[in-house]
């Protein structure tokens, strides 16, 4: 079953410290995953996609296909990064994909 | 370029009541999705489009729901009757590209009493 794990329903952090939201996912072909945020007040918007490779926002994550995670990092934590974050797998139905959804994170950073 | 657009923001009904949902999607893409975000969920796709054509809709309760794309533009999504657990933020999504992004529209809070 296709299904995306996020262990975490809230992390709190201070501004400055490191943060790690954690996903894991469970597919049995090659996975697309991505992070989507969303900001008080606004809506669902991407924030990274693993085939990108790229870093948003100070925000990187590798997709580690042994551990079946894709974990979301920043090394310093501001307090305009708080906001939900939601891990998604990208998966083929009927030959179009469709995205599944963890449950969420919230991310509170504190001054 | 325009964003997703949907209406009403905000809606209460009672129990056994009847409701429709409104989304316009960004302008040029063709597969349009609705998803339903129950209160400390993830979204959850119920129906997906591509064009006026449905390619998924495995996860729509069609006892009560039902969604409609004419001309592969603008989508409704209707309950009929809605219950208690219809509570939830209905959101439509749209994408036109190949990297599978997709856009979200603010999403309209529907409180079933």
Known sequence: AQRVTQPEK?????????????????????????WYVQYSRQRLQL????ISRESIKGFTADLNKGETSFHLK???AQEED????????SGLSGGYNKLIFGAGTRLAVHP | EAGVAQSPRYKIIEKRQSVAFWCNPISGHATLYWYQQILGQGPKLLIQFQNNGVVD????????FSAER?????????????KLED???????????????????????????
């Open chain 2, 70 to 82: 004419l001309k592969g533009v603008d989508s409704t999504l209707k309950i009929q009757p809605a």
């Open chain 1, 47 to 50: 924030l990274l996609r693993h």
């Open chain 2, 57 to 64: 809709d495995s996860q729509l309760p069609k006892d009560r």
């Open chain 1, 74 to 76: 920043k090394p310093f």
């Open chain 1, 10 to 34: 809230l992390l709190s952090v201070f501004k400055g410290a490191p943060v790690e939201l954690k996903c894991n996912y469970s597919y049995s072909g090659s996975p697309e995953l991505f």
């Open chain 2, 87 to 113: 509570s939830a933020v209905y959101l439509c999504a749209s994408n036109g590209n190949s990297y599978n992004e997709q856009f979200f529209g603010p999403g309209t809070r529907l409180t079933v009493l």
């Open chain 1, 82 to 89: 708080s906001a939900m974050y939601y891990c998604a797998l």
